[in-house]
């Protein structure tokens, strides 16, 4: 199992989009990715989109939420934007979804 992963910037912003499922097979992949962005980036957003990620699991989710305390802690802002029905399933039962997921209309 793999995961691919795109980083696009946008202004200020730079756009995390991982391509795959983000499991304990793949999560080391996520972690690295997004621990270079916070540490090196000036870019003070950081949105991970997750329109391609089929399946998220507790390992993942640890990653995200660590990722988004270590953000918040250089003074940025780190969310996940389209999840898809399954991950967003995965972050409701968790408690997360209101925390994690920022919806792009409401901006």
Same mark, same amino acid.
């Given at each position: 199992m793999s995961?691919?992963?795109r980083i696009?910037?946008? *202004?200020?912003?730079?756009? %995390?989009?991982?391509?795959g499922d983000i499991s304990l097979e793949t999560v080391d992949v996520l972690r690295e990715v997004l621990r270079g962005i916070v540490d090196s980036q000036t870019a003070p957003h950081i949105e991970?989109?997750?329109r391609s990620v089929g399946f998220l699991d507790s390992? *993942?989710?640890?990653?995200? %939420?660590?990722?988004?305390r270590a953000a918040a802690a250089r003074d940025k802002t780190l969310f996940l934007t389209q999840p898809t029905p399954t991950v967003r399933m995965v972050l409701?039962?968790?408690h997360l979804d209101g925390i994690l997921v920022r919806d792009p209309a409401v901006d």
């Open positions: 995961l691919e992963y696009e910037r946008h *202004g200020d912003s730079i756009t %995390v989009v991982p391509e991970v989109d997750m390992s *993942g989710i640890g990653v995200l %939420v660590a990722a988004q409701e039962i968790a």
